[in-house]
């Protein structure tokens, strides 16, 4: 076994939100249950191994599981900022990016809000939490009052740079996102859902993919 994964959800219930099952155990419907997955997998010699979390997220539908907009967002900050601090968990991947398209923002099915974008690409809040997270400062990264100077030969260079598009607030005709063949390209919305934070490890705070959204 190279790697241990698992779906922490939670239902409606904050990340933040921590109990004990009747074993005095770390409750497996709780996020903190990661914790209790780490720690069997310690006694049994598997420190060594990372964690990967290959779905994670709350929908906004109306049912009992469900969350509103702004919960949505507030759990996904919750919940990245918590597993920063869990080094061990190597790879986390929020699903989904966008609603699933074929329930057409069905409010009774849970399957059916899960993104941060609705399904005529509009964002909810969760998209701006998203992208809010790739700008947080790490510890390798440098501080915002340091200086350094450096001396280099004297030099002439032509720099092109193309503006990034907006993340759209209204509806987008599918046909206008040019077509790509991987992540690193673009990531158009129809193609990401799965793969979003594909590769990224938390420590980093997703920077890669926050650019891919802002595309």
């Known amino acids: 076994m190279d790697v241990i994964y698992i779906h922490p959800y939670t239902g409606a219930v904050a990340p933040t939100s921590c109990w004990n099952d009747s074993n005095g155990c770390k409750a497996v419907d709780a996020f903190c249950g990661i914790e209790a997955v780490r720690d ?43 597993l920063s601090s869990r080094p061990y968990v190597t790879n986390a991947f929020w699903y989904a ?18 993104g941060v974008l609705r399904t005529d690409y509009t964002s909810k ?32 260079t032509t720099m092109t740079t193309t503006p990034k598009r907006e993340v759209p607030s209204e509806p987008v005709d599918p046909a206008d996102i ?12 129809d193609v990401v859902r799965h793969t979003i934070f594909e590769d990224v490890p938390v420590g980093e705070v997703h920077g890669r993919a926050v650019e891919c959204l802002a595309w």
């Not at 060594?48 to 539908?61: D, N």
């Not at 990016?97 to 899960?114: H, I, K, M, Q």
């Not at 040019?178 to 919305?189: K, L, N, Q």
């Open 178 to 189: 040019p077509e790509v063949r991987s992540i690193d390209d673009a990531c158009p919305v």
């Open 97 to 114: 990016f966008r609603n699933t398209y074929w329930l057409e923002d069905d409010l009774s099915s849970g399957e059916a809000n899960v």
């Open 40 to 82: 069997v997998m310690v006694a049994h010699g598997d420190s060594a191994k990372p964690m990967w979390l290959t779905e994670v997220g709350w929908s906004t539908y109306t049912g009992t599981y469900g969350v509103s907009e702004e919960k949505q967002a507030q759990y996904l900050t919750d919940s990245f900022t918590w």
């Open 125 to 156: 809040p969760a998209l701006t939490a998203l992208a809010a997270l790739g700008t947080t400062t790490t510890d390798d990264e440098p501080s915002a009052t340091s200086t350094t100077t450096t001396t280099v030969p004297p030099t002439t």
